[in-house]
């Protein structure tokens, strides 16, 4: 087992890329994630939800914000049940209304954080970390926080450098 793991929601298909709508055959955080996992190791956890959000865009953001007012917690087709054994948590996602997808938090709540060190990754096009940091530190008590890495996703494909230097500093 490795010391890292890395938990990211990521979303392919119609993304808001640059103004504009996009299909894209990968998602921006996945490849964050895979950035992630080649420069320090790790375990690769996706979240995926029982119910699929919309191929549409804009039907996605609605059901998104619906979730987020509501404090939702999608359930999920499968659950992590235990981060034991690792000392590195990345958690990334895209910026869905200035947090993470619910979904994550639907994961993150069901684990003990105590002792880990954890790190926010955050996919966006405009909107930075958000406020998921501090979401994140609601979330998983016990934990320490490392710095937070904002990627914009229209150049999450060529930020590899960047993230692999930001991943190798912080375990």
Same mark, same amino acid.
């Given at each position: 087992?490795?010391?890292?793991?890395?938990?990211?929601?990521?979303?392919?298909?119609?993304? +808001?890329? &640059?103004?504009?709508?996009?299909?894209?055959?990968?998602?921006? #955080?996945?490849?964050? *994630?895979? /950035?992630? @996992?080649?420069?320090?190791?790790?375990d690769l956890f996706e979240i995926k939800t029982v119910k699929e959000y919309a191929e549409d865009y804009y039907v996605c953001?609605?059901?998104?914000?619906?979730?987020?007012?509501?404090?939702?917690?999608?359930?999920?087709?499968?659950?992590?049940?235990?981060?034991?054994? +690792?000392? &590195?948590?990345?958690?990334?996602?895209?910026?869905?209304?200035? #947090?993470?997808?619910? *979904?994550? /938090?639907? @994961?993150?709540?069901?684990?003990?954080?105590?002792?880990?060190?954890?790190?926010?990754?955050?996919?966006?096009?405009?909107?930075?970390?958000?406020?998921?940091e501090r979401d994140l530190k609601k979330i998983c008590k016990g934990a320490s926080f490392g710095k937070g890495l904002a990627?914009?996703?229209?150049?999450?494909?060529?930020?590899?450098?960047?993230?692999?230097?930001?991943?190798?500093?912080?375990?």
């Open positions: 087992m490795s010391e890292n793991i890395i938990i990211y929601y990521s979303r392919k298909g119609e993304n +808001y890329c &640059n103004g504009s709508i996009k299909n894209l055959a990968k998602g921006n #955080t996945k490849i964050i *994630a895979e /950035f992630i @996992q080649k420069a320090v190791g790790g953001t609605d059901e998104a914000k619906k979730e987020l007012n509501e404090n939702a917690r999608p359930e999920l087709k499968n659950y992590l049940s235990s981060i034991d054994g +690792y000392k &590195n948590i990345f958690v990334c996602g895209p910026c869905w209304w200035g #947090t993470y997808p619910m *979904a994550i /938090f639907t @994961q993150l709540e069901k684990l003990d954080f105590s002792g880990k060190k954890v790190m926010a990754v955050m996919t966006h096009e405009g909107s930075g970390l958000g406020v998921c990627v914009h996703g229209a150049d999450s494909a060529k930020s590899e450098k960047a993230v692999a230097q930001w991943a190798k500093k912080e375990v």
